[in-house]
């Protein structure tokens, strides 16, 4: 596949995909799979060797933010993250306030790691807790319990790392009342960042048959959750995300702004010059590939001006701040604007806040947005 890209004109962030994993999930359709052998430093080289291949394409640019994800980043031992670390640093300039984020399991989290991330340059830790109840977390498949979750939080905060966690509702069992205990705990926790998922039911995954006529109302829950954590300091600032002051996720906003990213390691996909791709997703794929001399894409493409823009409104909706209607027609053009106005109106006005300056989803709106967006695209 042809590569158009040309060098970022301005700040960028990084993705970095760690395909490992100590045991799959039963609802985890990521790319990620228990590393045989000697497989973790095999993807480290061919890590190495990708980012050679961009930085000869695009220089050195300089990361905004920068975000280690999987799978399980902690299944790579201290040592590793040592060498990840240099083989970033030979490849990336870091702004003076680069926010640096790496995904933790708490069963996999260890002083060691924390040593390194502290001395280095990671600024943010996001613990995947998933739930507080130990029942919840065997049905789930994850290898931790609650107690280890609170003390891979505490020992993150005691490390001076600002915290996000993730917690699931609409869980098989779960009721209202331990919903509402996990989402208690976690405010409790010292956790500055709250990210909440509803399950979902993929293919490829243990829990593909499960009936989900049966699972809890995600709805309710949700709702709760967004009465809840604002009266505890956390704005929602996103449909499943929920921040103290100063402490979103700039990482994630650049995506829902449509800022460019270069996604690197397998699966993992970017945005850059207008072209986005997605990287092979098999380990062994994304090692043959680049090791070849060659980029790993699998997929790539350009969007038209209408696509680009109906995917973008889609992405800003997400967001509280919305779209903002200078900006957006600025872009896109007046029509644009106009049409996602449009569009919303189909729906019932508590759904939405449309006034000159914009439009945004009301918290109800938030709530039922999948149905909003399937008008958009």
Request: hydrophobic residues 40%; charged residues 20%.
């Amino acid at each position: 596949m042809n590569n158009p890209f040309e060098p970022p004109s301005g700040r960028l962030a990084l993705y970095v995909h760690i395909p490992f994993c100590e045991r799959k999930c039963n609802y985890c359709a990521f790319e990620s799979a228990v590393p045989a052998a000697g497989e973790t430093d095999a993807y480290l080289d061919a890590l190495g060797r990708e980012l050679d291949l961009w930085q000869r394409r695009i220089g050195r640019p300089l990361l905004e933010t920068c975000y280690f994800g999987g799978g399980t980043p902690t299944v790579l031992s201290a040592a590793q993250w040592r060498r990840l670390a240099r083989i970033v640093e030979e490849h990336f300039y870091f702004a003076d306030d680069a926010e640096v984020t790496a995904e933790a399991n708490p069963n996999s989290l260890n002083a060691d790691q924390l040593r390194v991330w502290r001395d280095w340059r990671v600024t943010r830790v996001s613990v995947g807790v998933q739930s507080f109840d130990d029942a919840e977390l065997h049905a789930l498949g994850r290898l931790h319990n609650a107690c280890q979750a609170r003390d891979a939080i505490s020992a993150s905060l005691a490390s001076g790392f600002a915290v996000s966690l993730d917690l699931m509702f609409a869980l098989p069992g779960q009721t209202f009342a331990g919903w509402a205990a996990s989402l208690h705990e976690a405010v409790r926790s010292g956790a500055g960042h709250i990210s909440l998922y509803q399950l979902s039911i993929e293919k490829g995954t243990p829990w593909e048959t499960l009936d989900q006529t049966k699972l809890p109302d995600g709805y309710e829950m949700y709702r709760w959750a967004q009465w809840y954590l604002p009266r505890k300091g956390f704005g929602q600032y996103e449909i499943a995300n929920f921040a103290k002051p100063g402490l979103c996720s700039r990482h994630n906003l650049n995506y829902w702004r449509e800022g460019e990213y270069l996604g690197a390691g397998p699966a993992a996909a970017g945005y850059l010059g207008g072209w986005r791709w997605k990287n092979a997703g098999s380990l062994s794929a994304y090692i043959k590939r680049v090791n070849a001399g060659t980029f790993a894409f699998a997929s790539g493409e350009r969007l038209d001006a209408e696509a680009s823009a109906r995917e973008a409104s889609v992405l800003a909706l997400r967001t509280a701040a919305g779209i903002g209607r200078k900006e957006f027609a600025g872009r896109y053009g007046t029509a644009a604007f106009d049409y996602v106005a449009d569009r919303l109106r189909q729906f019932p006005g508590d759904l939405y806040e449309l006034t000159e300056s914009g439009v945004r989803l009301t918290k109800k709106g938030m709530r039922v947005a999948n149905i909003i967006w399937a008008e958009l695209v």
